[in-house]
């Protein structure tokens, strides 16, 4: 999985962005005015309380919602819409129930005319990445919501983005595998060497897997904070510094 | 190819004796089924060969069962009810293949407009609401009493439930899907063809399982009104000429007629759409 370094970093750049919504007649400023860097090959989670926005950054991001103005910039191109250079893994896996495991994860490189043959070796590549070897040959009903959400992972990688973008990926797992994953992903990230812009409403999550948390505010005349998560990689949750760090983050929402 | 549950453990396999107590006990549950789905139906056709024998029921109105076998054997093996076979095959068959080459691409078509959707959907309700049968001395007037209106009136009340079902399977295939896709790159064509299409195949079928049994119905009544041939035609005149025996002859083929065309529909179903649960 070479190469993803000489066509770019994955760089992020977000310049004044701004987005508003209709509801019921009344506007909605969901992002205003939003600056934000995005370094090549970081994690960033971004954070805050539910209606401030970070899905909605999330989407724009992806090129599935246009911005009402402002500009994203992806290694210093401005960004039109989806992209090859990003892939998105959402809170469901969506995958296409009736696809093989192995067919799902070669979906995203199929319609974008790789060949079936290549398609197949990247898409096997990534199955085995996220440890599915087995079940290449599995319909999605038979998995398990944790299995799912691992194709999902394992078609966004197949693609070779530079820009991996999470939507919650793991808000509807439970406790457990919530867990597995999360470490699942770590290892990921740090083997494939993308930029990760990953959704959570969990901030233990964004702790242990984040170089940086943003933190959107709910008040839209609040500024955006920017947390250095300074900690090294593989993560100890129990770690003091960790735990510190999880109060200070618990302490900015209110939360004790 | 197919695993159903995953995780669980192989069965322990055990010896020779508990392979035979095995087979043994499949052979059993086989028969149990066999039984618990065709038994009722047996013990019907049982009674009414007994009763029509015993004079329990009127053997004139219902002749023993052997005797309709035997004059459906006549029927078919002289060639005489082949011909009307024939007939109704091509009318119901010609009807039902145009009323699925227009209405899946136009369900296709309408299910994805919203707009075009809008705009057809109180019409398409209100001749859905039309009986075709009460519309066939329309089609008799304008299209006379040949072969065009008689397949007309069947392709008619076959046309909507394909074209219903097909608009309401891709009016709700899932919009998390089509996003996925879309936040792939894929273009607007390579989705309807990889996500739109086979997500709505089992709404279309249950549509073409519907139109397959109105297609049936259909047929015998429009044969029943100015035809010369056709097991419709063949039921009537039966009765007219009091051949008991030949009109059920008649009606039995056209029971045939009708589950060869349903379980020809659900092959293909579950061949196409061997990923979604099937409705039983």
């Known amino acids: ?256 | 190819m197919t695993y159903q549950i995953l995780d669980a453990p192989a069965l322990q396999s055990g010896g020779a004796s508990s392979q035979r107590a095995d087979v043994l006990r499949r052979r059993r549950a086989g028969v149990a089924f066999a039984l618990r789905r065709y038994g009722l139906l047996a013990g019907f056709l049982a009674l009414w060969q007994i009763g029509a024998m015993l004079g329990w029921i009127n053997p004139t109105v219902f002749p023993p069962l052997d005797r309709i076998i035997a004059a459906t054997w006549t029927g078919l093996a002289g060639g005489a009810l082949l011909d009307d076979i024939a007939i109704s095959l091509q009318r119901s068959g010609l009807a039902y293949a145009a009323a699925v080459g227009l209405a899946i691409p136009l369900g296709l078509f309408m299910g994805q407009i919203r707009a075009v959707e809008q705009a057809l959907d109180p019409i398409l309700q209100f001749f859905r609401q039309t009986s075709a049968l009460a519309l066939y001395p329309v089609f008799i007037l304008l299209l006379g009493l040949g072969e065009a209106s008689k397949v007309f009136v069947i392709f008619w009340a076959t046309l909507f439930p394909i074209l219903l079902a097909t608009i309401g399977g891709v009016k709700e295939v899932d919009r998390k899907l089509i996003e996925m896709a879309t936040s792939f790159g894929a273009p607007r064509g390579t989705i309807f063809r990889r996500v739109v299409l086979p997500a709505s195949l089992p709404s279309i079928f249950v549509g073409l399982r519907l139109s397959a049994t109105t297609a049936l119905l259909l047929l015998i009544a429009a044969e029943m009104i100015g035809a010369n041939k056709g097991l419709g035609f063949q039921v009537m005149n039966a009765q007219y000429n009091f051949q008991i025996p030949q009109m059920f002859a008649a009606i039995l083929l056209l029971a045939l007629l009708g589950l060869t065309a349903n379980a020809a529909l659900v092959w293909l179903q579950r061949r196409l759409c061997r990923w979604a649960d099937l409705a039983r």
């Open chain 1, 1 to 256: 999985m070479d190469g993803i370094g000489t066509i770019g970093r994955g760089e992020v750049t977000v310049r004044d962005l701004s987005k508003s919504f209709t509801l019921n007649g009344r506007r909605l400023d969901v992002l205003r005015n939003l600056h934000l860097d995005v370094r090549g090959g970081e994690a960033l989670a971004i954070v805050g309380p539910s209606g401030c926005g970070k899905t909605t950054l999330l989407r724009v991001l992806a090129g599935l919602e246009r911005p009402d103005s402002g500009q994203v910039r992806i290694d210093g191109q401005s960004m039109e819409g989806v992209g090859t250079d990003r892939s998105v893994i959402f809170q469901e896996a969506r995958l296409l129930p009736w696809l093989t495991v192995l067919r799902n994860v070669a979906f995203g490189l199929e319609v974008r005319g790789v060949t079936r043959a290549e398609a197949d070796r990247r898409a096997r590549h990534c199955i085995r990445l996220v440890g599915l070897a087995e079940f290449e040959a599995a319909y999605p009903r038979q998995l398990s919501g944790g299995m799912a959400q691992r194709v999902g992972i394992a078609r966004a990688l197949a693609v070779r983005p530079r820009i991996l973008l999470l939507d919650e990926p793991l808000g509807a797992l439970d406790a457990m595998t919530k867990l597995t994953m999360q470490e699942e992903l770590a290892r990921i990230w740090r083997e494939e060497k993308v930029t990760m812009i990953l959704v959570t409403h969990d901030l233990e999550e964004a702790i242990y897997l984040a170089d940086r948390v943003l933190v959107l505010p709910k008040d839209r005349g609040d500024v955006p904070q920017l947390i250095e998560i300074d900690l090294p990689h593989p993560r100890d949750r129990s770690a003091p510094p960790f735990v510190a760090l999880r109060r200070r983050l618990m302490a900015g929402f209110g939360l004790h």
